[in-house]
């Protein structure tokens, strides 16, 4: 079952930028994760190769992702990969795929459990005011 607080995925491509910080934050799952999206073992093991720094890894292959399956290369495609038993990072699926990270239904079953915020900050004042003048 979906996460309630789920929106929907993004439209469109990843920022390179996005895709360093997802790349630092993969450093454990990132060859599982270009398999998922789709790059083969020997161009894993070619940036494995080119770059000593792990965390550097990750980034290359987004990368080289982004660069190969270009428009194919979605937050759509990138979610999936990232929530596959495999590599089980639904946390940075939520992070940088999702646009607002709250489901509109959530949203409006919310709305009519909890009052809305200008009523919380009215009732105190109101009630404030009410309790001095019965005691003048």
């Avoid at 599982?32 to 080119?50: A, C, M, Q």
């Avoid at 239904?105 to 404030?128: A, G, M, Y």
Wanted: net charge neutral; with cysteine.
């Amino acid at each position: 079952m979906e996460d309630a607080c789920i929106s929907r995925v993004k439209d469109g491509t990843p920022t390179d930028e996005e895709l360093e910080e997802l790349g630092h934050k993969i450093v454990e799952n990132w060859k599982s994760l270009g398999r998922r999206l789709g790059v083969t073992d020997s161009k894993l093991l070619e940036i494995e190769g080119d770059h000593k720094k792990t965390s550097e890894n990750g980034y290359y292959m987004l990368k080289h992702w982004k660069q190969e399956k270009a428009c194919a290369a979605t937050y759509q495609a990138l979610c999936g990969a990232l929530k596959h038993k495999l590599v089980q990072r639904q946390d940075l699926a939520k992070q940088f795929c999702y646009i607002n990270g709250f489901n509109p239904i959530f949203t409006q079953i919310v709305s009519k459990l909890v009052p809305p915020i200008s009523l919380l900050l009215i009732l105190p004042v109101h009630d404030l005011y009410n309790n001095n003048n019965n005691n003048l």
